[in-house]
């Protein structure tokens, strides 16, 4: 166990509408129950991509003793795990909000936050 930042989901809040799952491309969440649900601790890396899709404000990231985030056993969750179609979230850039129909998005960590930003935007936050 270490000292880490992980996604923590408060399940009062959560209405197990899953749009936290397709931005974890670890696989760290799962929708069981009718809640979303970390799966296993050394899945999540921390990034937070969740955190901005999620309409109820459910999920947040803390820090405290977890699993140390594993590469490896990602891979291997991810070979194991079917591919199941998730529900289509609109997501749009921060900034511009432009959408990922009308632009390429990358997540990117801006003050602190987890946010999407699109390639139009995205050379004028790294030059300034």
Not at 49 to 72: K, M, N, Y
Not at 78 to 98: A, D, G, M, V, Y
Request: proline letters at 5%; charged letters at 25%.
């Amino acid at each position: 166990m270490v000292l880490r930042k992980i996604v923590k989901i408060d399940e009062e809040k959560c209405n197990g509408c899953g749009r936290c799952v397709s931005p974890c491309a670890e696989g760290a969440i799962q929708i069981i129950d009718g809640k979303a649900k970390v799966i296993r601790d050394e899945l999540c890396d921390g990034a937070g991509f969740c955190l901005g899709v999620c309409p109820t404000g459910a999920l947040t990231i803390e820090e405290r003793e977890a699993e140390a985030f594993s590469h490896q056993a990602v891979e291997e969750h991810l070979e194991k795990t079917p591919h199941t179609e998730t529900q289509e979230i609109e997501i749009s850039c921060f900034n511009c909000t432009r959408t990922d129909q009308q632009a390429p998005l990358f997540p990117i960590r801006y003050k602190g936050d987890s946010v999407w930003v699109c390639a139009k935007c995205l050379p004028q936050m790294i030059h300034g």
